[in-house]
């Protein structure tokens, strides 16, 4: 229920704090300062605290984040078309980012405190992404009942708040479920081969790749296709909509077996649309290549990420999660930064850029599989070896 409410607030505000931003006078430069300075901050605190607090319990952390995330939200509500300074803003807008990504972080290494495995992950982030869907059906319905002035994005904000409100009773109601008490091995995280590369070639490169073309969805729409922000809502719902339903079959079809299927279906493809967008220059293409982006976006997270992510044991299952989440959340900065200096030059040089990184996280992608199958035919050599002897 946590995850529900949650995910719903998070669909109403964060695929539009940028736009709320803007009517208060920020630039886009300004914007992806805010956005990434706060998601930066937030990867570095996570780290710290998966390092320092070991024992940390995660159901503190998500709601004591969620409560301090429900009263920056309140403050910037209280904002609105006041004269307030920026740099206040700016301090609290990045309050609510860091507490909002802290929460994030810490939703699966709770799950997996009872149980542990790559379809356990994907039906996470699938309904992570569902319950967003559905804040931005609650977003398309206030762009319809109110088309024009600023108030709407202050409206979707008060909305989300209430959706905040009641995730954050949930979050001190839910009993935490026992964690194994066994030492953390740290080498076996920092110091794995395969688990370097998962980080920083593919989980680090790739979001910023993911980033520089959909870091500021809605504001890349606008600029670069010329749709409305309406036209943006929708867009964004029947894409979101079509990628949870391609996602689901995923979910259902494709284990981790199909590691090789899963990178061409879900980064080939994508790769591919930006190269036309940046062969052609045409806005129809780019709608068509961030609706394939959008659709696959959604899909094989069990299969190209769990994993890598379930190689360690739970005890370890929170510092292996915010060390994946801590770099994939310094990507998303660099990469909104990117984008916002890129929006400057047109279509070509955004995609082209996110293209090209995306074939390193590619590269890296089938290399860590390939490794990951190896170690698994290994492992599986070992054990009827061992059986052989006792035998």
Partial sequence: MFI??????????????????????????????????????AAALSMAIALVFKTLSTKKIIAVCSSIKLLSMIALACFFEKNISNALVFVVFMI??????LVVFSIYPLMAASVQN????????????????????????????MPKGSFRYNLLLIISIVFVAVSVVLAYMFEEP????????????????????????????????????LGMQAIMLQTLAGLSIAQVSIFLLVAS?????????????????H???????????????????????????????TFLSLLVSRS????????????????????????????????????????????KSGMRAVFGLSAGLMLIQITVAFWINHLRQKERVCRRNVYFADKIERS
């Avoid at 669909?11 to 940028?18: A, D, Q, T």
């Avoid at 379809?119 to 977003?139: C, E, H, P, Q, S």
């Fill in 4 to 41: 529900a409410f949650y995910g719903v607030a998070l669909g109403i505000w964060e695929n539009y704090k940028s736009d709320w931003l803007e009517q208060h006078g920020f630039s886009i430069s300004n914007l992806s300062l805010i956005i990434s300075s706060g998601l930066l901050v």
């Fill in 96 to 101: 609510d980012t860091i507490c909002g990504q």
């Fill in 118 to 145: 790559n379809k356990l992950y994907g039906k996470r982030k699938l309904l992570d992404w569902f319950m967003n869907d559905v804040g931005l059906v609650i977003a398309m319905c206030i762009f319809t009942i």
């Fill in 178 to 213: 026992p964690v194994e008490k066994s030492k953390v091995n740290l080498k076996r995280i920092f110091c794995d081969k395969i688990t370097t590369l998962f980080v920083w070639g593919y989980t680090f490169v790739g979001t910023i790749s993911y980033n520089i073309v």
């Fill in 241 to 257: 909509l079509a990628g949870d339903v391609v996602g689901y079959i995923s979910l259902l079809k494709f284990t981790a077996r």
């Fill in 259 to 289: 590691g090789k299927a899963a990178i061409i279906l879900k980064f080939c493809v994508r790769c591919f649309g930006y190269l036309l967008v940046v062969a052609t220059g045409n806005w129809v293409v780019l709608l068509i290549a």
């Fill in 300 to 343: 094989f997270s069990h299969v190209t990420d769990g994993p890598y992510l379930n190689r360690v044991g739970r005890s370890e299952q929170f510092i292996m999660t915010n060390y994946k989440l801590a770099a994939e959340y310094a990507g998303k900065a660099i990469g909104i930064v990117l984008a916002a200096e890129l929006f």
